[in-house]
């Protein structure tokens, strides 16, 4: 819906001056003393963060693969034949031909009868009917947290949040350079794109391996209301 506010400043106004305050139109970012949050695992190099990342994987039910662009088809397939293959659903993203895998999905899979789907911004409907179906969803990650094994998914009218979310099985491609110790800097990231002015994701999904929830008694369930398995693959040239 688009309209208009109506004497806003007036009405803000009024509320100051009970407050026995000038109304402001900026807040001034506090300065703390001590910002224990870009302290954990600061000097960690990419290796290191790899190895924090794979061992994460290990308490969210995540299986992590570590290869490179010259064999991520050939691991690809692993995973994909491990989840029974079947039906794949990917996002309609260049960086799947710069990863070298355009001839593993139109090629291959089709050969070997995995009916291979990419979305389409014009059929929103089929997309849902799609995703609903499909045995697996391929996404890739924009930034990964490495301390809780969360990959950060951007959506987009060709990269739609169902992918990652409505198939059985999901796959999750992790360029290692993207890789980071925690949500401080997942958060510093995206802010600057905003300072910046760059158009970002209306939606920003933050997915930590299978779909799970723990409300019950703390007592962890895998597999609730979401993909029932996880894989990432970790691309260490990319």
Request: charged letters at 20%; proline letters at 5%.
């Amino acid at each position: 819906m688009v309209g208009t506010i109506e004497n806003r400043d007036v009405f803000l106004s009024k509320i100051a001056k009970q407050l026995g305050r000038a109304p402001k139109t900026e807040i001034a970012r506090p300065t703390w003393q001590y910002h224990p949050q870009d302290r954990i695992l600061k000097d960690a190099t990419k290796d290191e963060l790899v190895s924090v990342l794979a061992e994460q994987c290990k308490n969210i039910h995540t299986d992590i693969v570590i290869t490179n662009t010259a064999n991520l088809p050939a691991d690809l397939q692993k995973v994909v034949e491990n989840f029974g293959g079947q039906s794949v659903i990917t996002w309609k993203d260049e960086r799947f031909h710069n990863y070298g895998l355009s001839s593993l999905m139109t090629e291959q899979w089709p050969q070997s009868n995995i009916q291979l789907y990419e979305w389409d911004s014009e059929q929103p409907e089929e997309n849902i009917r799609q995703a609903e179906k499909a045995n697996i969803g391929i996404t890739i990650s924009e930034i990964t947290l490495a301390e809780s094994g969360t990959a950060v998914l951007f959506s987009s009218k060709d990269q739609g949040r169902s992918v990652s979310f409505l198939p059985e099985k999901s796959i999750i491609l992790i360029p290692k350079s993207m890789i980071v110790p925690r949500m401080t800097q997942a958060a510093h990231w995206i802010s600057e794109k905003v300072r910046n002015g760059e158009q970002i994701a209306s939606c920003i999904n933050f997915i930590t391996g299978p779909s799970n929830s723990a409300d019950i008694e703390m007592i962890l369930i895998v597999g609730v209301h979401g993909p029932i398995k996880a894989t990432y693959i970790v691309i260490e040239d990319q």
